[in-house]
């Protein structure tokens, strides 16, 4: 991309790669697109219920530790977790992670402690965090062992749809060619680009 947009000006690659960097740098310095600190994530006192999710990005296949970025199907992936407020369907926060992370897994990392007093719903990804978060909201996972009841069947799809603006939030996201297609920058600016853009969501959600 970064090649054909040099061809198509008629200037060094870097050139363009210097260009970007300033417009992120300059978005992020500004401070219209900062999301929420740690120390003010739970202190807003209407905040009852959040939405958490993860998504996965494909990027191109490393050439050291492919395992950990494995997801399958022949693609290497990053993953991004979102905490949004159901409420306001502003995004609270972001936490990165390989392809290779479970779900669960990944927020264990990132060492987000969510309040008992504030709900969460989820989706399957996230069995057992109820151990972590007991106001968590999963639907239930059926197994050889467990069949769904009919009450189970008839719930799953209600928690569902509770959900559905985190997934909105994840369709806006993709509708950044970046993470849409195939990654092909650095990882190092990968978080950085994904904060940025969830910034900038709550900036245009808000306006």
């Given at each position: 991309?970064?090649?054909c947009?040099?061809f198509?000006?008629g200037?060094?690659?870097?050139?363009?790669c210097?260009a970007?960097?300033?417009?992120?740098e300059?978005l992020?310095?500004s401070?219209?697109?900062?999301?929420?600190?740690?120390r003010?994530?739970?202190r807003?006192p209407?905040?009852?219920v959040?939405?958490?999710?993860?998504t996965e990005?494909?990027?191109?296949r490393?050439?050291?530790?492919?395992?950990?970025?494995?997801?399958?199907?022949?693609?290497?992936?990053?993953?991004?977790q979102?905490?949004a407020?159901k409420?306001?369907?502003n995004i609270l926060c972001?936490?990165f992670g390989?392809?290779?992370?479970?779900?669960?897994?990944?927020?264990?990392?990132?060492?987000?402690h969510?309040?008992?007093?504030?709900?969460?719903?989820?989706?399957?990804?996230?069995?057992g965090?109820?151990?972590?978060?007991?106001?968590s909201?999963?639907?239930?996972?059926a197994s050889k062992?467990?069949?769904?009841?009919?009450?189970?069947?008839?719930?799953n799809p209600?928690?569902?749809?509770r959900?559905?603006?985190?997934?909105h939030?994840?369709?806006?996201?993709?509708?950044?060619h970046?993470?849409s297609?195939?990654y092909?920058?650095?990882r190092?600016?990968?978080?950085?680009?994904?904060?940025?853009?969830?910034?900038?969501?709550?900036?245009?959600?808000a306006?």
């Open positions: 991309m970064i090649e947009v040099a198509d000006y200037v060094h690659k870097g050139t363009i210097d970007i960097h300033w417009a992120e300059t992020i310095k401070g219209r697109f900062r999301l929420p600190s740690k003010e994530l739970w807003n209407e905040l009852e959040v939405l958490l999710d993860a990005c494909e990027i191109e490393p050439e050291k530790k492919q395992r950990q970025y494995y997801f399958g199907k022949k693609r290497h992936t990053m993953k991004i979102i905490i407020d409420k306001t369907r972001v936490f390989t392809g290779r992370t479970h779900d669960f897994q990944l927020y264990k990392n990132s060492k987000t969510m309040p008992d007093k504030i709900e969460s719903v989820e989706d399957k990804g996230f069995q965090l109820q151990k972590l978060h007991a106001n909201t999963i639907p239930v996972k062992n467990h069949k769904l009841t009919k009450e189970e069947k008839k719930l209600e928690i569902s749809k959900r559905i603006e985190i997934e939030i994840n369709r806006y996201i993709k509708r950044f970046i993470f297609y195939r092909r920058n650095k190092k600016r990968f978080a950085l680009r994904a904060s940025l853009i969830c910034g900038i969501y709550n900036f245009q959600h306006s």
